[in-house]
């Protein structure tokens, strides 16, 4: 996979945010990766880790504070106007959390779906009609529902809309910041089946943010680690979760491990306004030693595809074995008109 | 399998109905918003009709004929609500005054709507410019009595009711400025507002596909309150001789003419009145029940977050 050019990269991104009585608030502090094509780089960290703005800055949301994005071998860190809408809007998607706030009340799911065709002014009236019907029946909708609004529809029919409105376009690179976090666990596995299906189909490449390390050992390739802003390990899904280099890495990873081989975070989360010198894992850090304090620990390569940062890298490893890969036991897709509508 | 329940379903969902037709139903289904739809149809068919309806010209002098009560109070000739002092038809010159008052009411309320509209979108989605610059404005705005700038704004650009019109839809934005401005501010902070930016949507777009219809209920409600307002406020002016200028006329200006006389003919002053206050009304149960058909109190059938 990484022997290709990546579909996107982005380097050193820093961002700051300015809040209330003139402070700054650094959300994302030097992180670099890239997205393989027809990967799935899984983004994990805890709440207010930065994940959300690394994605907003990757599609051109936000713009960083420094840094770079690249985007299918071009820059796009500072483009605007038309050749932001060519460059970026045309080639990156984004599905969002919550399905029934990332679609419009009063637009009818028809027009959801027709309206990337329309802003990029691909094909005619008749010819987006043709391809809406196309891709609700891709992503497992019945076409009828054209003509009804997103609150008629369940949790899992809006999320497809999501879904099928991102891949209008046919982009390279689709950013799912928690597209399954808002629904039933039952639906979770169909929209994780679909999402899976798409990409070996369309040979799409996905950043898929997500909390559930189920979810991320099953789905992602290759995946990114984030705390306080800083990437700390990224490598092959199967080795982090197996043998993760970083303490935090360790942690989580911990987690889907038997309960006694369980590794639980000492000490305080500290505020992202003050963040700790050095090494900012070092305050909930079991093996921190004095130079944590002092050195910033870079992220370095520490195996071929494997880089963490951490001055002790590997050396807390938790017990037993990685839990089994949870395939989500997605229910047979319900023939989308029998309706999910009560859920 | 998959085919009997697509082919059920393709008769079985039809395109919903639009929010338009949704809104005008559950305010059907209202007492006073009917009251008010059937009231407003026959005064907009009444005013639209008035070449058809009034049985003489509205302007013809007959000083033989003058101050002759209504033919039901047993006038003679035949008048339905009498004639004025100089002995002309007031239901003929209340349909006509019907007519001007209609128009100044609701080309004003909409032109107003329109702008208020506009700059509201402005002041939310540039919160921190625009918005700070028009909300400055809007406090100087309320802090003025409109009575006294009107007044003599009208005196400096002179009367005329087109004047005025275009001075009472300027000042009215503000009405709507506010409200919308916050409305704005909380919508485009909305995933579905982000969603249209990722797929290339341009601002005009996302300010009018994305942001305006999340806004447009309390817009259309105070256009249906404002609309009403309007009209008295044209009739107050025009008493002041601000307004509409002879021989044009609007309800306004017969009360003006008339209250003089008020005890020769109280008929030509009564019944213009009357008939403001029923537009007004009218208007006003209309706003209400748009209000109620915009924020029905069950609304929670599908989704709590949202709706
Ligand atoms: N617009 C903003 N203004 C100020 N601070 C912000 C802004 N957006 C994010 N932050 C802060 O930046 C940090 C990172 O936020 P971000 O939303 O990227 O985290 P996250 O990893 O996506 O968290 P979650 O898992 O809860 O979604 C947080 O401390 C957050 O409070
Ligand atoms: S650098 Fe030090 S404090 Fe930071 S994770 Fe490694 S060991 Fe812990
Ligand atoms: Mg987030």
Redesign the interface.
Known sequence: MSTHAPVARVNGLVKDFRIPGGRVLRAVDGVSFEVGRGETLGLVGESGSGKSTVARML?R?DRPTAGSVEFEGADITALRGAA??RQV??R???V???S?????????VGEVLA??LR??RVGEAGARGRAVETMMERVGL?P??A???P??LSGGQRQRV?IA?AL??DPSLIVADEPTASLDVSVQAQVVNLLQDLQRDLGLSYLFITHDLGLVRHLSHRVAVMYLGRLVEVGDTAQVFAEPAHPYAAMLVSMRRQAEHRILPAGEIPSPIDRPSGCVFRSRCPIAQARCERDVPPLVEIAPGRRAACHFPGELRPGGTDAPVHVPAAPPLV?????Q?GR | MTTMAKTAGRTRAPRSRSRAAETARRAWSDASGRIAMVLLAVLVLAALLAPLLAPSDPAAQNLAAASRPPSWLGGEGGHLLGTDTLGRDVFSRLLYGLRLSMVVGVVTATASALFGLLLGLLAGYYESTAGMVLMRLADVQFAVPFVAVGVALAAVVGPGVVKLMIILAVWGWVNYARTIANSVSQVKRMEFVTAARTIGARTPAILLRHIAPSVLGPVIILWSTSAGVLVLVESALSMLGLGVQPPDFSLGSMLADSRTTLRLAWWATVFPGLAIMVVVVAFNLLGDALRDAFNPSVRTEHDPELW
Request: hydrophobic content about 35%; cysteine-free.
């Open positions: 599609i949301l932001l809408r809007r045309r990156m998607a984004m969002f959390q919550s029934s706030t990332s679609l419009n009340p009063y637009q009818r309206e990337p802003v990029h019945d009828a529902f003509g009804r609004y609150r008629e999501g409105r209008m376009l023939a989308p008109l029998t309706s509508k």
